[in-house]
């Protein structure tokens, strides 16, 4: 099934609209929900509850000058068992921020279930000014069912442009069939993989320095608690504009704590303001 849906978000004052330019099942939006801040919140929703073979899900969003939209889902992403003939699923994203622009994604976990094969590919391309703020993460598969590592292919790609140059190649193959995800190359032991992007267009070297700096003091401290259950973070300076940050986990039961504490520091480094976490019921 191939399904398509597009937004549009605009500054009118001192908020931010969504307009739904185009949506076709299994996608559902309801709308934007207008945050203290100002920002647009969509939730973005699967009717048919998740993604199966030979699918291809394209969400492509556009956020005008100046414009602040916080884009989540209402769920995780499952990714089921195909049928033997066909094609991987496909999920597509494409997000243009323009001038001044804001786009915080925040996406729940990618659940592969047994037998699942999936193409991930999302891009970013920014205009002078504009900020990201943005995390991916990936299960082993239904933990809760003790199915790890069951699925067949996991292809993540992501691609961030500024004012058209690249500044980020990311390309992860996950094949547990032909790679022990317990192997040190690849996951090493751990189950659950973090990654965490922020930048602003056009931050001085001075200004990535720092928010690189605040960000692995944070992952120090992570890796440091007297109750740590086995994490290893770590996070670097892209080649300009700002940050990324990548954690292995073994439990997921303390990813919201993870995910909220990286992206509040960003956001106060970024946009100067506290981060608080988008319902989930409306």
């Known amino acids: 099934m191939d399904a398509g849906l597009q937004?549009?978000?605009?500054?009118?004052?001192?908020?931010?609209?969504?307009?739904?330019l185009q949506q076709f099942p299994p996608w559902k939006v309801v709308r934007g929900f207008e945050r203290q801040g100002g920002e647009s919140l969509v939730h973005l929703g699967n009717v048919s509850g998740g993604i199966f073979g030979g699918d291809r899900l394209q969400l492509r969003a556009r956020l005008e000058t100046g414009a602040h939209a916080m884009v989540t889902t209402s769920g995780a992403t499952r990714v089921y068992r195909p049928r033997t003939s066909a094609p991987e699923a496909v999920l597509e994203s494409e997000f243009f921020?323009?001038?001044?622009?804001?786009?915080?994604?925040?996406?729940?976990?990618?659940?592969?279930?047994?037998?699942?094969?999936?193409?991930?590919?999302t891009s970013c391309l920014l205009e002078c000014g504009a900020s990201l703020l943005a995390w991916d993460v990936v299960a082993p598969g239904r933990a809760a069912s003790g199915e790890l590592f069951r699925y067949r292919q996991i292809k993540l790609a992501t691609e961030i442009r500024v004012c058209g140059k690249p500044i980020l190649q990311d390309r992860l193959l996950f094949?547990?069939?032909?790679?022990?995800?317990?192997?040190?190359?690849?996951?090493?032991?751990?189950?659950?993989m973090v990654t965490f992007i922020a930048l602003r267009a056009g931050a001085s070297d001075a200004e990535v320095r720092l928010l690189e700096q605040e960000m692995a003091a944070v992952t120090e401290?992570?890796?440091?608690?007297?109750?740590?259950?086995?994490?290893?973070?770590?996070?670097?300076?892209?080649?300009?504009h700002g940050v990324l940050v990548r954690g292995l986990l073994r439990s997921p039961l303390r990813l919201p704590h993870r995910l909220q504490w990286l992206w509040n520091t960003a956001r106060r480094q970024i946009c100067g303001r506290t981060a608080a976490l988008p319902r989930k019921t409306y």
Do not use: K
């Not at 605009?10 to 307009?19: H, L």
């Not at 996406?107 to 590919?121: K, S």
């Not at 401290?221 to 300009?240: F, K």
């Open 175 to 192: 094949e547990p069939d032909r790679f022990r995800p317990a192997a040190p190359a690849a996951l090493g032991g751990y189950l659950y």
């Open 7 to 20: 937004l549009e978000f605009s500054r009118n004052g001192p908020r931010t609209e969504c307009r739904l």
């Open 97 to 121: 921020l323009g001038r001044e622009a804001v786009l915080e994604y925040l996406p729940d976990p990618l659940i592969p279930f047994g037998g699942a094969r999936l193409l991930q590919r």
């Open 221 to 240: 401290h992570m890796q440091t608690e007297e109750d740590n259950n086995g994490e290893v973070w770590a996070a670097t300076e892209l080649p300009a």
